[in-house]
């Protein structure tokens, strides 16, 4: 089976919007500052976006939440009109879905359950607030299962009336350049995903 090219999907995306001179609503999953940093500037002409900060998986609570202020220096510092939402830290729905799957290795079916979980959330907050599409940051990661997020994303989307904005942020050197702005910006770039587990898995390594 042929690949999927979820960066062209994007860019042709973004040449349509271009075109149309709309600039819709986009509810933006964000996991922390630097994965967020190229996505922000490379999306901010075409859409209004919100950024929305819910990581349950994230371990401890000091570090969710040094997380989300590095978010929110960064989007003050980049100067862009941007809202930042997050919901209180509560680790518990993390824990109860990785029961049995401690001890996968990252990319595995623990860490699908966890994206799933965090985006399925995504689609319902973008729902509620009435905006046109949803999508993460997550897809600028060589570390994540980049064909896993768009394909639930884009169920996620039908099941729920909203569009799903296919993603690889990668493209365009975009990983390189996240790693350039967080020098530039001195962001704070964890060494683990965010959960104890990957934690542990790097503490191991």
Do not use: W
Not at 8 to 24: F, M, N, T, V, Y
């Amino acid at each position: 089976m042929q690949k999927v090219n979820y960066g062209r999907i994007l860019d042709e995306k973004l040449a349509q919007l271009k075109a149309s001179g709309e600039k819709p609503a986009l509810l933006l999953h964000a996991c922390c500052a630097p994965c967020s940093s190229h996505t922000l500037l490379f999306l901010c002409d075409y859409f209004r976006i919100t950024l929305y900060f819910f990581n349950p998986n994230i371990a401890p609570e000091s570090e969710y939440i040094y997380r989300k202020e590095e978010l929110i220096r960064l989007v003050k510092e980049l100067g862009l009109d941007v809202e930042i939402i997050s919901e209180d830290y509560d680790s518990a729905p993390f824990y109860e879905l990785a029961k049995g799957l401690e001890d996968l290795p990252e990319r595995g079916e623990r860490c699908r359950k966890c994206i799933g979980y965090r985006l399925r959330k995504t689609a319902e907050t973008a729902k509620k607030l009435g905006c046109d599409y949803f999508t993460t940051t997550l897809t600028i990661s060589p570390h994540k299962d980049c064909e896993f997020i768009n394909q639930y994303g884009g169920q996620l989307g039908e099941e729920m009336g909203i569009a799903y904005l296919f993603s690889d942020f990668k493209k365009h050197d975009g990983y390189k350049h996240s790693i350039q702005l967080s020098k530039e910006y001195n962001l704070y770039r964890q060494d683990y995903c965010g959960c104890v587990y990957s934690r542990r898995a790097k503490e191991n390594g």
